[in-house]
């Protein structure tokens, strides 16, 4: 199956279940690669026959700045549906939320999850 992928968009929130993360606000990092076939684009050049990126770009920095969640996979679950209900033509969607640093002590990189979602209806 064919993609559109958006890798690393950055952005400011105030997701977490601790009270720290809900005041002080941390990065998230977002991947999302979307499922779909782009036979018709790539044979017709014409933009409205595949997704514009730049506008699912926006959809999902809307989704990841917006009202406060416990879960980073709530959050992914959010970001997968609003892609759902705005394409038609996407028909599955992979997304990576990223804690860059989160409140957790120890020595390693950051915190990942990573949702895969097809479309149901
Ligand atoms: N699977 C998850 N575990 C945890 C999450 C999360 O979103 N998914 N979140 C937290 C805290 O908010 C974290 O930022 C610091 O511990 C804990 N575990």
Redesign the pocket.
């Known amino acids: 199956m064919d993609n559109i992928k958006i890798n690393g968009i950055k952005t400011y929130a105030y997701?977490?279940?601790?009270d720290a993360?809900r005041q002080l606000g941390q990065f998230f990092i977002t991947d999302v690669t979307m499922h779909l076939d782009l036979t018709a684009a790539s044979t017709t050049d014409d933009l409205d026959l595949t997704v514009n990126y730049g506008e699912a770009y926006k959809l999902i920095e809307d989704v990841i700045a917006g009202e406060p969640v416990?879960?980073?996979?709530y959050l992914a679950g959010k970001v997968s549906q609003t892609l759902f209900d705005r394409y038609d033509k996407i028909v599955g969607v992979e997304v990576t939320i990223t804690?860059v640093n989160?409140?957790?002590e120890g020595h390693y990189e950051n915190?990942s999850?990573t949702l895969n979602r097809k479309r149901e209806n």
């Not at 416990?70 to 996979?73: A, D, F, S, V």
Request: net charge negative.
């Open positions: 997701h977490g279940v601790f993360e416990n879960l980073i996979e804690k989160p409140p957790i915190v999850i």
